[in-house]
């Protein structure tokens, strides 16, 4: 079992920065791909990015690629999502999750989330 917890979520202006924080509870974390999703009513979660379980590679969403940056501490268990030049449409839920899956895109790939962190990014 792992528990996730994400921090950081907060209002923000546009160009503005953030960084998310998920820590995880569990011995194995460091064999879990890591990544972030975000999610807003109504539509379905998507992928921001992805992190290996050595975090020597990652993968982003189109729409966050050169803004946002993921990585993790496989010490302190946690991962991170850095992310400046915000816009309003970044403003979502965003969700930690963990799951075995190398680098994978889709939320069904994923087997552990956290509560969600809510980021909104005002004009």
Known sequence: QVQLVESGGKLVQ????????CVASGRTFSSYT?????????Q????VASI??????TRY??????RFTISRDNVKN?????MNSLKPEDTAAYFCAAG????ATHYSSY????????VTVSS
């Open 52 to 57: 290996a379980w050595s975090g020597g590679s």
């Open 78 to 82: 946690a991962v991170y999502l850095q």
């Open 34 to 42: 890591m990544a972030w999703f975000r999610q807003v009513p109504g």
């Open 61 to 66: 969403a189109e729409s966050v690629k050169g």
């Open 14 to 21: 546009a160009g503005g920065s953030l960084r998310l924080s």
């Open 100 to 103: 075995k899956y190398y680098l």
């Open 111 to 118: 087997d552990y989330w956290g509560q969600g962190t809510q």
């Open 44 to 47: 379905e979660r998507d992928i």
